[in-house]
C-alpha cells in the first residue's frame, strides 16, 4: 500500500501542512517525472504509512538550475538578512517541534524523547549559525613589495548538493544547510529513502521563514535510485560543493565523482570509535556516558562507542555493572510510553548484527545479555518492526569482525586491556579516526591520550562530544572538512579571493 495525504497517517499532527509527501523544488511541491514513488516504512512497525517521488537522474537538473537561479539573488543578500532569516526559520522548528519529532520516529524507529533530544540538539545548529552569518571576514595584509596593498575577501562557493544518512535526519541537514544558507549559499538534498519526511518537512519551513524559492532544494528517491541522483548532482557543473555523510566505502565513491571536475567536498564517514576506562576513572561518570553513547538509537550513530576497552582492575566490577544498567532498557515502539530502546532503522542493519556476534561467539567471546538475534514478528511491539534487545558480550578481541566495522546496532562488544601504551595502539589499530573517548582522573594521561589518539575528536571524560560551537570531524578513512564550530565550519562553503593593489606615489 501507499499513502499520499495526512489523513491516512498513523499519528496527529497539529500542522497538517508540516507534512509534505512530494519534492520540494522552487517552492513547489512536484512529483518525479516518471511518477515513480517509493514506500516509506515505520521500522518499528514495520508497515508503510506514506511514500514518496522515485526521482532519478532525470530529475536532478531542474533542482540545481532552480538553486542556481536562487543563489544568484541569495548570494546578494547581505548577512544581516540571511541571518534574520535563519532565526526565522530556527523558531519555526521549535515552533513545530511536536510534528517533526512524530515524524522522525515513524521514519527512524528512535523512542519519542529522542526524537525530541535530536530537534533540540539540531537548533543548536540553526542558532549557532545565526550568529557565524554576519562573522565572515576578510583580511588585510602587508606586501613585502613597496606600493603594494594585500587583501582577501570571502565570497560563497555557489549551489552544494547535500547527501543526507537516515539516522539523524534532521539534525545533519541543519547542521549542513545552516552553515551553507549562512555562508550565502543554495542547497540541493538528497535525503535517504528511509527518511525523506523529515527534510521535505524543513524546506517547507524554510519556505515560510523568507528564503528565496529554490534556496533549500528536496529531492527524494529509492534507495535503488539514489546511486544515479547522486552520481548526477556529484557531476552536475553548477554544483560547486558536495557535502555527504555516510559510510567511508560510498565516501571513496563520492570523493572519486567529485575528483572528475575537482568539486570540494566535506565528507564525514564511518567512525569504529573507541571508549577508554582505566582503573581510576570515576566509574559512575563512566557508565552514564557510556549509556547514552551507546544505546541512543539503538547504536546507530557514527560516534557510539564501537569498541569498549577496559583497564583489567575494574573489568569485572565495570561489565557488571553495564550489564545491570543495559538490562532495565525497555524495546518497544519509538511511541509507547516508557521506551528507551527502540527498533534499527533497516532490516539490513539486524542481518549485520547477527553476524558480527555469530562471528564474536564463533572466537571465544562470551554472551552476557540479549540472544544477539532480531525479535520475531510476534514477539515485536505493534505487530512486527525490526527490533533486537541490547546484547553485550565480553571478551572481544581485535581479530573480530565488531572489532573491525561499525556495529551500527544495539551490540556492545567489551575487550579487556592493561597498560596505556597497550590501549592506544589497539584504539589506533583502524583505518577510521572519527572520534575517541577516554575516561581517567590523571590529567598527565588524558593529555597523552589527547595527543596520541588518532581521531579528529576526543572526549576526555565526556560522551557525546558533538557541539555546534566545536568542529566536527574525523581524520584517516572517516573523512575530509569540518562541520560546524566556529569559522571553520562555514569557510566549508566559501572562497577566498585574493587581491592586490600597486599605489602610485602622489
Not at 572528475?260 to 559512575?284: S, W
Not at 561518570?285 to 583497564?311: D, E, F, I, P
Amino acid at each position: 500500500m501507499s499513502a499520499n495525504h495526512t489523513d491516512t497517517l498513523p499519528f496527529e499532527l497539529a500542522d497538517r501542512s508540516l507534512a509534505q509527501f512530494d519534492c520540494q523544488v522552487h517552492g513547489k511541491s512536484i512529483p518525479a517525472k516518471s511518477g515513480a514513488r517509493f514506500n516509506v516504512v515505520d521500522p518499528g512497525s514495520d508497515q508503510v504509512w506514506t511514500s514518496c517521488p522515485d526521482c532519478n537522474a532525470d530529475d536532478v537538473d531542474d533542482a540545481v538550475q532552480s538553486s542556481y537561479e536562487a543563489f544568484r539573488q541569495y548570494s546578494a543578500w547581505t548577512p544581516r538578512q540571511r541571518s534574520q532569516c535563519l532565526m526565522k526559520w530556527h523558531q519555526l522548528i521549535i515552533e513545530h517541534r511536536d510534528d517533526l519529532a512524530k515524524i522522525l520516529v515513524y521514519e527512524t524507529g528512535k523512542p519519542l524523547a529522542e526524537a525530541y533530544g535530536e530537534i533540540d540538539y539540531a537548533t543548536t545548529f540553526t542558532w549557532w549559525f545565526v550568529g557565524e552569518a554576519e562573522r565572515v571576514q576578510g583580511t588585510t595584509i602587508s606586501s613585502a613589495i613597496p606600493g603594494r596593498r594585500a587583501f582577501t575577501i570571502k565570497q560563497p562557493i555557489g549551489v552544494v548538493a547535500a547527501l543526507v544518512p537516515w539516522n539523524f535526519p534532521l539534525a545533519l541537514i541543519l547542521r549542513k544547510a545552516s552553515a551553507a544558507l549562512a555562508a550565502g549559499c543554495t542547497m540541493v538534498v538528497k535525503p535517504s529513502p528511509e527518511t525523506p519526511v523529515s527534510a521535505l518537512s524543513l524546506a517547507r519551513l524554510a519556505l515560510l521563514a523568507g528564503f528565496p524559492p529554490g534556496a533549500l532544494n528536496v529531492l527524494t528517491t529509492s534507495l535503488e535510485n539514489t546511486p544515479a541522483v547522486a552520481e548526477a548532482l556529484c557531476l552536475h557543473p553548477l554544483v560547486k560543493k558536495v557535502t555527504f555523510t555516510g559510510s567511508t566505502r560510498v565516501g571513496k565513491i563520492i570523493a572519486g565523482l567529485c575528483s572528475r571536475n575537482l568539486k570540494k567536498i566535506t565528507l564525514e564517514l564511518g567512525g569504529n570509535c573507541p571508549f577508554i576506562i582505566f582503573d581510576d576513572a570515576n566509574l559512575d561518570q563512566a557508565l552514564a556516558q557510556l549509556m547514552n553513547l551507546k544505546w541512543r538509537h539503538a547504536g546507530q550513530a557514527c560516534v557510539s562507542s564501537n569498541r569498549l576497552y577496559v583497564q583489567r582492575g575494574i573489568y569485572e566490577k565495570f561489565t557488571a555493572s553495564l550489564v545491570k544498567s543495559t538490562s532495565v532498557l525497555k524495546v518497544g515502539h519509538g511511541m509507547e510510553d516508557g521506551t528507551t530502546l527502540g527498533p534499527v532503522t533497516t532490516p539490513r542493519g539486524l542481518d549485520k548484527a547477527e553476524e558480527l556476534v555469530r562471528d564474536a561467539i564463533s572466537k571465544g567471546a562470551r554472551l552476557v545479555l540479549g540472544t544477539g538475534e532480531r525479535k520475531q514478528p510476534s514477539e515485536g511491539q505493534s505487530g512486527g518492526g525490526y527490533f533486537m534487545n541490547p546484547s553485550i558480550l565480553l571478551d572481544v578481541t581485535d581479530e573480530m569482525l565488531m572489532s573491525q566495522d561499525e556495529i551500527f546496532a544495539p551490540v556492545l562488544g567489551v575487550s579487556v586491556f592493561d597498560t596505556e601504551a597497550e590501549v592506544i595502539q589497539r584504539a589506533n589499530d583502524t583505518s577510521m579516526g572519527l572520534t575517541s573517548y577516554v575516561f581517567t582522573k590523571n590529567v598527565d594521561r588524558l593529555w597523552r591520550m589527547f595527543e596520541k589518539l588518532e581521531a579528529g575528536m576526543v572526549g576526555l571524560n565526556t560522551g557525546n562530544n558533538s557541539s555546534a560551537e566545536a568542529p566536527f570531524g574525523g581524520i584517516k578513512e572517516s573523512g575530509c572538512g569540518k562541520e560546524s564550530g566556529k569559522d571553520v565550519a562555514i569557510d566549508e562553503f566559501m572562497i577566498t579571493k585574493s587581491g592586490t593593489l600597486t599605489l602610485e606615489d602622489a
